[in-house]
Every structure is written in structure tokens, then in C-alpha cells.
């Protein structure tokens, strides 16, 4: 450590808001739009340059790929995202109509994933993302702010004041009466002082480099894997329960820790490599390989996060050279992009004046403070439940409240819980749920004069039922 002086004495205001929305994931989206759409002035800032968070850096656009004939869900912003984007031509649904009859094809007409040729749920054109995102923000009215990252908080004792953010700008404060941390690593929870925890980064979820390519003859390539489906009942399993299109099977033989890798950079043992796409063109691009995974990262390790971003490029390139070599269709293929940022699943979870359990979500659970229901549905530490039976969970408003900190709420995936409903409440589903509980509770706790944690949850619940959502 080395002693430096901050000779900063005077940081100019940028803005003096009602809301200020840290994050523009999901979860800050739906928050920055709800406080919006309840009067307030509302500022969203977001350190790159677009909104969306992991659905634009990561390009993950299946929001809603859980939904099934009997899923129940809570609706609200993340519905307007896949309206909106199926009105302007913003989705990838179509299901290949070769997969059609087979086994996988008919398992997921049966459940009522696949209707007319198509997934019922959208699957979001990730960089057309980036336009709704604009559209909605400007509609609401909400201030947008990109390029700016978060480093600090103003405080006046425990109370949050503001912000303060770094830019081309300079150091800038923006002054807020609520603050809703959307950062997905409770940056400002952290900055603010209040208790979190966070995993060792062996037992973090993996993160992921996301990739797409072009060049693929989607027809060779489609009769190639559906002879696979019809000759691997194992392969089918996977399609079964993961609701992708999925070859994982397949493709982590060709890719699993590579020797010519290993020779030159150290590769930890526990990186594993698994493939599946979620979409495809007719004109051979399959977006958004969801396979470089990587361990052993804690994403709010500036250095991890470095060797991370670089040790999954050469990843993703050598995966491009087995699939071009090995998988039909292929040969021709070309590395079309990158994610714009590696991916992140699991940092800091806030320690909040409720922790969600796995219990909570797995038996139906039921809360005073409920502010939307989620579907009983997980994805993650080995465990998988899928909501194909109308069983769904009430989320408690008290798990976005941080210990000893007020006028902040924290949302999308660092809110309180534990290691296994974290499964859960990273889905961006229930990010957004939250995001938008947040932004219509700041609203009327400014409007009532009192703090977030004392409003009124009975007009904070009203509110949100006026709105059409569900909560119980
Ligand atoms: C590869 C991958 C695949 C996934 N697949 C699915 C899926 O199919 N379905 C699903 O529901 N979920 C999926 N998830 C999980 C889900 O995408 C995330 O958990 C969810 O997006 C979290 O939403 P969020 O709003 O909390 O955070 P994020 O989406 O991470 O958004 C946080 C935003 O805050 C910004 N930010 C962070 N720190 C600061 C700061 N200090 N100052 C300013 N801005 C800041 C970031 O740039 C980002 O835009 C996946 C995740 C990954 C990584």
C-alpha cells in the first residue's frame, strides 16, 4: 500500500436527481423506468456505452427461455422487453423446422416451448437490445448517463446522498434522495459500507466468454445434429432439460482442456468447456456460443477479470478451430465477435435485513413484503428445476434492503440470499423484478417523506398492482 493525496477539494455536480439508478442491466432498466413512470427525475447511469447489461455485453438474449405452458409468472417490465421487441423485429424465435419431429422437437411442442415453428418466448436480438433500451429510457423520460462508472458514495452519517462517478468528464457527483444499485456486484452496498459477503472464487459460479460466428452451412450443419440427437439418447437429455438448442455433449469432447493450451499458459485444471448456441440465421451466423467457461474467478478482481478476458479469447479461438476441423457445417466458419465483456454469474450477495433460502424458493414460499412472484425455477451449482409445474415463490421487498445503510436499495443479482437461491435470483427475470419493485418503492417513500426502509410496503404493493403485477 502506498499513501497518496486525494488533492481533490471540490467535485462539480453533474446532477441532482430524485432516483439515481447505478447499472443498466436488466434489473437497473426496470428500476430507472418504474421510478420514471411514477414522476420521479430519474437518472440511469451505466460505465459503458449502451444499456443492458449482461443481454448486450454478453449477448444473452434468452430473458425468458424457462417459460413453459404452466410457468406462472409475476409480468411487468421484462414482458414490455420481449413485446417490444417482437414489435420491432427485434427476436430470434424461429425453432429449426427440421428438429421439428424429432424426439427433442416433439418434447418441447408437448410443454409449450415451441408453438407455430417458434419458441414462445422471445429470444432477444441482443444488439437490437441496445436500441430498445434507448427507446424505453427516452420514453420514460429517464436521464440517461453512459461512460460513467461509480467509485465512491457521498453519506451524510449512514444516509446515501449520491454518487460519485469517474469519466472523460473528471470526477463528477450526482446528489440523489434513493439510490438503487444495479451494478450486479453491490459496488455501491460495498462503497457505501455495508455488509455483503462474497464466496471464495472456487465456489463462485463460472463466468463466460461468449462468442458468434459466421459462415456455417446451417443446413449441413442441422442434418449432422439431428442424426446426432437420434443416435445419443445422453445428447437428448441434455436438449431435454436445458430448453436450448444444445450440443454439449458433443462439442465439450472436442474442447475440453486443450494440450497445446496448456503447454504454454497455465490452465487450471477445474476450467471446463461446454458449448451450446441459442440462435442462428439462415445466413449461417449462430450467435452467442455460451461455452468458454472459466472457475476460479472472482469478478471483482481487476487482475482475475484480466486473465479471464485474455485466457477466454484464446479459448474461443481454439474451440473455432476444432468445430471448423471436426463439426460438419463448420469448415467455413469465422469468428463474427466476441461478447463485449466477459460474462459474470456470482460476487457480492448484500447481507439484507431478509436472506432468501432455497427453502423459500422451493416450497411455495409466502411474505407480507412480497413485491412480485417468480416461478420455482433454478439454474445453477449442479441443480436445475425447471418451472413446468405452475409452483412459484413470493420475493420479499427485504431483500433488496442493505444493513445500516438508508435510502439505498440493492437489485438484480447481488440481493440477499443464499448460495443456492442465488440459482434463482440471477435469472434476469427476478432481476427485473426486483429492479422494478425498487424503482416504484423509492418513488413513493420520496412522495410519503420517509426512508426506503420504512415505506409503506402496503402503497408500494398497490402500486405494483395497478401496474399488473403479480404479487401473490
Ligand atoms: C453467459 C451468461 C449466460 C446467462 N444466461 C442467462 C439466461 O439465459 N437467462 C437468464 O435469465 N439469465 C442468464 N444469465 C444471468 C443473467 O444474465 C444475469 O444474472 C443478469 O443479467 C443480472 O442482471 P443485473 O441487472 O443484476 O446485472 P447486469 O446484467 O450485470 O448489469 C449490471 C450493469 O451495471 C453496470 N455497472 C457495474 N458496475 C458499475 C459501476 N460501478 N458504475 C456504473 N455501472 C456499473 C454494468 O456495466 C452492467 O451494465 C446469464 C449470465 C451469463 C454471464
Same mark, same amino acid.
Not at 28 to 49: D, N, P, Q, Y
Not at 154 to 172: F, Q
Not at 217 to 227: A, C, N, Q, T, V
Not at 297 to 304: G, R
Given at each position: 500500500?502506498?499513501?497518496?493525496?486525494?488533492?481533490?477539494?471540490?467535485?462539480?455536480?453533474?446532477?441532482?436527481?430524485?432516483?439515481?439508478?447505478?447499472?443498466?442491466?436488466?434489473?437497473?432498466?426496470?428500476?430507472?423506468?418504474?421510478?420514471?413512470?411514477?414522476?420521479?427525475?430519474?437518472?440511469?447511469?451505466?460505465?459503458?456505452?449502451?444499456?443492458?447489461?449482461?443481454?448486450?455485453?454478453?449477448?444473452?438474449?434468452?430473458?425468458?427461455?424457462?417459460?413453459?405452458?404452466?410457468?406462472?409468472?409475476?409480468?411487468? %417490465?421484462?414482458?414490455?422487453?420481449?413485446?417490444?421487441?417482437?414489435?420491432?423485429?427485434?427476436?430470434?424465435?424461429?425453432?429449426?423446422?427440421?428438429?421439428?419431429?424429432?424426439?427433442?422437437?416433439?418434447?418441447?411442442?408437448?410443454?409449450?416451448?415451441?408453438?407455430?415453428?417458434?419458441?414462445?418466448?422471445?429470444?432477444?436480438?441482443?444488439?437490437?437490445?441496445?436500441?430498445?433500451?434507448?427507446?424505453?429510457?427516452?420514453?420514460?423520460?429517464?436521464?440517461?448517463?453512459?461512460?460513467?462508472?461509480?467509485?465512491?458514495?457521498?453519506?451524510?452519517?449512514?444516509?446515501?446522498?449520491?454518487?460519485?462517478?469517474?469519466?472523460?468528464?473528471?470526477?463528477?457527483?450526482?446528489?440523489?434522495?434513493?439510490?438503487?444499485?444495479?451494478?450486479?456486484?453491490?459496488?455501491?452496498?460495498?462503497?457505501?459500507?455495508? @455488509?455483503?459477503?462474497?464466496?471464495?472464487?472456487?465456489?463462485?459460479?463460472? %463466468?463466460?466468454?461468449?462468442?458468434?460466428?459466421?459462415?456455417?452451412?446451417?443446413?449441413?450443419?442441422?442434418?449432422?445434429?439431428?442424426?446426432?440427437?437420434?443416435?445419443?439418447?445422453?445428447?437428448?437429455?441434455?436438449?431435454?432439460?436445458?430448453?436450448?438448442?444444445?450440443?454439449?455433449?458433443?462439442?465439450?469432447?472436442?474442447?475440453?482442456?486443450?494440450?497445446?493450451?496448456?503447454?504454454?499458459?497455465?490452465?487450471?485444471?477445474?476450467?471446463?468447456?461446454?458449448?451450446?448456441?441459442?440462435?442462428?440465421?439462415?445466413?449461417?451466423?449462430?450467435?452467442?456460443?455460451?461455452?468458454?467457461?472459466?472457475?476460479?474467478?472472482?469478478?471483482?478482481?481487476?487482475?482475475?477479470?484480466?486473465?479471464?478476458?485474455?485466457?477466454?479469447?484464446?479459448?474461443?479461438?481454439?474451440?473455432?478451430?476444432?468445430?471448423?476441423?471436426?463439426?460438419?457445417?463448420?469448415?467455413?466458419?469465422?469468428?463474427?465477435?466476441?461478447?463485449?465483456?466477459?460474462?459474470?454469474?456470482?460476487?457480492?450477495?448484500?447481507?439484507?435485513?431478509?436472506?432468501?433460502?432455497?427453502?423459500?424458493?422451493?416450497?411455495?414460499?409466502?411474505?407480507?413484503?412480497?413485491?412480485?412472484?417468480? @416461478?420455482?425455477?433454478?439454474?445453477?451449482?449442479?441443480?436445475?428445476?425447471?418451472?413446468?409445474?405452475?409452483?412459484?415463490?413470493?420475493?420479499?421487498?427485504?431483500?433488496?434492503? @442493505?444493513?445500516?445503510?438508508?435510502?439505498?436499495?440493492?437489485?438484480?443479482?447481488?440481493?440477499?440470499?443464499?448460495?443456492?437461491?442465488?440459482?434463482?435470483?440471477?435469472?434476469?427475470?427476478?432481476?427485473?423484478?426486483?429492479?422494478?419493485?425498487?424503482?416504484?418503492?423509492?418513488?413513493?417513500?420520496?412522495?410519503?417523506?420517509?426512508?426506503?426502509?420504512?415505506?409503506?410496503?402496503?402503497?408500494?404493493?398497490?402500486?405494483?398492482?395497478?401496474?399488473?403485477?403479480?404479487?401473490?
Amino acid at each position: 500500500m502506498i499513501e497518496i493525496e486525494d488533492n481533490v477539494k471540490k467535485i462539480p455536480v453533474l446532477a441532482d436527481v430524485d432516483v439515481l439508478v447505478v447499472g443498466g442491466g436488466p434489473s437497473g432498466i426496470s428500476a430507472a423506468i418504474a421510478a420514471a413512470r411514477e414522476g420521479m427525475k430519474v437518472l440511469l447511469m451505466e460505465r459503458f456505452g449502451f444499456f443492458g447489461g449482461t443481454i448486450t455485453q454478453s449477448m444473452v438474449g434468452t430473458i425468458g427461455w424457462y417459460r413453459f405452458a404452466k410457468t406462472v409468472e409475476a409480468g411487468g %417490465i421484462y414482458l414490455e422487453f420481449e413485446r417490444r421487441a417482437e414489435e420491432m423485429g427485434a427476436v430470434v424465435n424461429k425453432f429449426n423446422k427440421n428438429l421439428m419431429n424429432t424426439e427433442m422437437g416433439l418434447y418441447f411442442q408437448k410443454k409449450g416451448l415451441i408453438k407455430d415453428g417458434k419458441f414462445t418466448h422471445a429470444v432477444l436480438n441482443t444488439e437490437l437490445f441496445k436500441i430498445l433500451a434507448d427507446r424505453m429510457i427516452e420514453e420514460a423520460r429517464v436521464i440517461p448517463l453512459l461512460h460513467s462508472m461509480a467509485v465512491n458514495v457521498l453519506k451524510d452519517g449512514n444516509t446515501l446522498k449520491g454518487v460519485i462517478t469517474e469519466s472523460k468528464s473528471g470526477r463528477n457527483v450526482i446528489l440523489a434522495k434513493r439510490v438503487i444499485d444495479a451494478t450486479g456486484d453491490a459496488d455501491i452496498a460495498f462503497k457505501a459500507g455495508a @455488509p455483503f459477503r462474497k464466496d471464495p472464487r472456487e465456489k463462485l459460479l463460472g %463466468i463466460t466468454l461468449n462468442f458468434s460466428v459466421s459462415g456455417v452451412d446451417i443446413e449441413e450443419f442441422f442434418s449432422w445434429f439431428i442424426k446426432k440427437v437420434q443416435e445419443k439418447p445422453r445428447l437428448l437429455s441434455c436438449l431435454k432439460i436445458t430448453g436450448e438448442l444444445f450440443f454439449m455433449d458433443e462439442i465439450s469432447c472436442l474442447l475440453e482442456p486443450l494440450e497445446d493450451l496448456k503447454k504454454g499458459i497455465k490452465v487450471p485444471t477445474h476450467i471446463k468447456v461446454k458449448d451450446f448456441w441459442n440462435s442462428y440465421s439462415e445466413g449461417g451466423e449462430i450467435f452467442s456460443f455460451n461455452g468458454i467457461h472459466m472457475g476460479n474467478i472472482d469478478c471483482t478482481d481487476i487482475k482475475d477479470l484480466t486473465k479471464a478476458e485474455i485466457e477466454g479469447r484464446k479459448r474461443v479461438i481454439q474451440a473455432l478451430k476444432k468445430l471448423r476441423k471436426r463439426v460438419p457445417g463448420f469448415q467455413k466458419a469465422r469468428l463474427k465477435n466476441f461478447g463485449f465483456s466477459i460474462g459474470t454469474r456470482e460476487s457480492r450477495k448484500i447481507l439484507g435485513e431478509y436472506e432468501l433460502t432455497e427453502q423459500d424458493v422451493t416450497n411455495q414460499a409466502q411474505f407480507a413484503d412480497s413485491i412480485g412472484i417468480c @416461478p420455482e425455477f433454478m439454474d445453477g451449482y449442479g441443480r436445475l428445476i425447471l418451472p413446468t409445474t405452475g409452483r412459484y415463490f413470493q420475493v420479499p421487498y427485504r431483500i433488496m434492503l @442493505p444493513k445500516n445503510i438508508e435510502n439505498l436499495l440493492v437489485v438484480g443479482r447481488a440481493v440477499a440470499g443464499d448460495k443456492i437461491s442465488h440459482a434463482t435470483t440471477r435469472q434476469m427475470v427476478c432481476c427485473a423484478i426486483t429492479g422494478q419493485a425498487a424503482g416504484i418503492a423509492s418513488a413513493v417513500s420520496i412522495k410519503e417523506k420517509v426512508t426506503s426502509r420504512n415505506v409503506n410496503m402496503f402503497h408500494v404493493q398497490k402500486v405494483l398492482m395497478e401496474k399488473g403485477i403479480r404479487i401473490s
